[in-house]
């Protein structure tokens, strides 16, 4: 029987397919070929913590859309108004030199461009917190600037040392660490979220990274109160090396020297739809587009991309700040 040659390299063939699929080299963290979906629903209450206005939709401007849709609750709170980018103020202002009128009002610029944002994207005004604090100097909050027991952070930016009136919720609110982890505990205690999307440590701007530690620590504040009190604690990120323009593809794949977290990453596929809107949503940032479309454009994919972080344990004031190596100099 001639046959049976062929069966035996045929076999051998497959064998080897096998054996190449399961030791050629992968992602160190890549632990699942499908990664899990998340997903919102009715009962969902999400709290996005976004250092500057446009990181909600940049991250998350699908997933808002599919809040809205299965008629979930939406707060966003952001963190600073974006004010102290000088490139972005010049673009505006047209000046080399500039005032520190020029950044406060570019700052309420980007405010009013993230309530038309909001509202493209189904939700008004009432869903959005702007806390004021300084743009570029978040990470300074965690360490030298963290109590009364020093004087306040001010901004090289605006000079000011303290967030509008308007916009606290504890009195006497200045530019110090603990004053905007009481700040994010009030709100969280407040709004009970369900789910929370903060940037992850890992993000490489100082704002971002320390988001993500004033959030941290603000849950152990909640907990102290609401001993119950449970949340979806979940990451996203924005600046990360050349991510997201590793691969020019029209999904957005995980940077993939990530970890993961405990979960994996998590995915949300988006519609065509969905794509569109959240295209439109971010164009709405004038300002930002005007100086950096190309990176703006480069969220807008089939899908987003979130992971739940491996451990949560965080105390503020950090003698030794992780933040600080993402200091631009
Ligand atoms: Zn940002």
Redesign the pocket.
């Known amino acids: 029987m001639r046959v049976i040659p062929y069966l035996l390299v045929a076999l051998v063939v497959l064998l080897l397919a096998v054996l190449w699929r399961h030791t050629r080299p992968v992602s160190v963290y890549q632990t699942s070929a499908t990664p899990a979906t998340l997903t919102v629903n009715a009962q969902t209450r999400l709290l996005i913590i ?3 206005p ?2 909600e939709v ?1 991250a998350a401007g699908g997933l808002i859309q599919q809040l809205r849709a299965a008629d979930g609750v939406l707060h966003v709170v952001y963190l600073t108004d ?1 004010e102290g980018y000088p490139q972005g103020v010049k673009a505006e202002h047209r000046r080399k030199k500039l005032t520190d009128v020029d950044y406060r009002s570019y700052g309420h610029q980007r405010e009013d461009e993230a309530r038309r944002v909001i509202r493209e994207l189904g939700y008004g005004a009432w869903s959005q917190t702007f806390l004021g604090f300084p743009n570029g100097g978040l990470h300074r909050l965690m360490t030298a600037y963290w109590s009364d027991r020093q004087r306040a952070f001010r901004s090289k930016y605006t000079r000011l040392n303290r967030p509008p009136s308007s916009d606290v919720f504890i009195s006497d609110t200045l530019y110090r660490g603990e004053d905007l982890s009481q700040e994010l505990a009030e709100i969280i205690g407040a709004f009970k979220p369900t789910m929370i999307l903060v ?1 992850r440590q890992e993000d490489q ?1 100082v ?2 990274c320390a988001a993500w530690f004033f959030v941290a620590d603000a849950l152990v504040s909640v907990r102290r109160v609401h001993p119950q009190f449970q949340t979806d604690l979940v990451t996203y990120i ?2 990360y090396n050349s991510w997201p323009f590793d691969d020019l593809v029209a999904d957005l794949p995980p940077p993939d020297d990530l970890d993961p977290g405990v979960s994996g990453w998590l995915r949300v596929p988006l519609t065509a739809d969905e794509v569109n809107t959240k295209r439109k949503a971010l164009h709405l940032y004038k300002s930002q587009m005007d100086v950096m479309d190309w990176f703006l454009d480069g969220f807008v994919r089939t899908n987003e991309v979130f992971s739940r972080p491996a451990s949560q344990s965080v105390a503020l004031p950090v003698s030794k700040n992780v933040c600080d190596e993402f200091i631009e100099r």
Do not use: I, K, N, Y
């Open positions: 976004a250092p500057h446009d990181d940049l974006g940037p701007h704002d971002h924005v600046h």
